[in-house]
């Protein structure tokens, strides 16, 4: 059973720093698009940045020049590293990632329990 599995959140200060990660598992082929979204309390879900297969790269408006994304296509996994942080980041970030698993068809869409961020003095 393929899944990603995200981690690293947690409770920061303005200003301070913290790094996500996405770990992908299971009978994988191959891993096309990478991205995370996030949610804030009584907000929809917005794209935060999102990482190609090549490594190309784009960001939302509000996390350009704080935000890094990055992956490491052998170990199956996708980091957000957050610098910078504002209140108006806490959110919970959720991993999503185009899988095709052994077996299947093509690639699908496969989505994490999330990580909570939590931006407070």
């Known amino acids: 059973q393929v899944q990603v599995v995200e981690s690293g959140g947690g409770s920061v200060q303005p200003g301070g720093s913290l790094r996500l990660s996405c770990a992908a598992s299971?009978?994988?082929?191959?891993?096309?698009?990478m991205v995370w979204y996030r949610q804030a309390p009584g907000k929809e879900r917005e794209l935060v940045a999102h990482i190609t297969r090549d490594g190309s790269t784009n960001y939302a408006d509000s996390v350009k020049g704080r935000f890094t994304i990055s992956r490491d296509r052998p170990k199956k996994t996708m980091y957000l590293q957050m610098n910078g942080l504002k209140p108006e980041d806490t959110a919970v970030y959720y991993c999503?990632?185009?899988?095709?698993?052994?077996?299947?068809?093509?690639?699908?869409?496969?989505w994490g329990q999330g990580t909570l961020v939590t931006v407070s003095s």
């Open positions: 299971g009978s994988i082929l191959g891993i096309n698009d």
């Open positions: 999503n990632a185009d899988i095709w698993a052994v077996g299947g068809g093509g690639y699908l869409e496969v």
